[in-house]
């Protein structure tokens, strides 16, 4: 079983930056697909950022493109997202997902069958 274990989130300004870190505590993924999510008070979870298993293709919100990265370790079982150009609205709990049926990017919040407990990241303006 895979478990996702969160880190990296908290209180900064706008146009800083943070990196978040998503380890399988049981290193138990091999090429699943993986993905960011957010969920901002009053608002449904939404997509952020997705990697294939393999670490080869990315996908993105249009809403973060030029200002995140997504990539993965997979020898350290780990999904990284760095955040650069921090932004208010991008204020919310920032889950990692992993997709046991994809190995490619999917931005589809239903594929993904294992979630972390979520990391909240705070930007001041």
């Known amino acids: 079983q895979v478990q996702l274990v969160e880190s990296g989130g908290g209180l900064v300004q706008a146009g800083g930056s943070l990196r978040l870190s998503c380890v399988d505590s049981?290193?138990?993924?091999?090429?699943?697909?993986m993905g960011w999510f957010r969920q901002a008070p009053g608002k449904e979870r939404e997509f952020v950022a997705g990697i294939s298993g393999s670490g080869g293709s990315t996908k993105y919100a249009e809403s973060v493109k030029g200002r995140f990265t997504i990539s993965r370790d997979n020898a350290e079982n780990t999904v990284y997202l760095q955040m650069n150009s921090l932004e208010p609205e991008d204020t919310a709990v920032y889950y990692c997902a992993a997709s046991r049926r994809y190995s490619g990017t999917t931005d589809n919040k239903g594929a993904y069958d294992y979630w972390g407990q979520g990391t909240q990241v705070t930007v001041s303006s």
């Open positions: 049981r290193r138990t993924f091999t090429n699943y697909a």
